[in-house]
């Protein structure tokens, strides 16, 4: 996801979108992320303190950052 933030990667990676369709790309990337955290609050045990999966936990904690 960070790497997708530079120009030269997005245009190696996706070389057939204009500069504003690979943007685009990226912002709904991004967005999927976060959603996937919030989502993925379902998924913990209050009464236990820990995640069920440890791939949402990681969203979970990237959403806490951007927040």
């Known amino acids: 996801m960070y790497l997708s ?4 990667v997005q245009e190696d990676l996706l070389p057939k979108y204009s ?3 690979r943007w685009d790309i990226v912002y709904v990337a991004w967005y999927d992320l976060i959603m996937g955290g919030i989502k993925g ?3 913990y045990d ?4 820990k995640w069920l ?3 949402i936990g990681a969203s979970y904690a990237i959403l806490s950052v951007l927040r």
Do not use: G, N, R, T
């Open 5 to 8: 933030l530079f120009e030269s």
């Open 19 to 21: 500069k504003e369709q």
């Open 41 to 43: 609050l379902e998924y």
């Open 46 to 49: 209050a009464k236990h303190d």
């Open 53 to 55: 999966q440890a791939h």
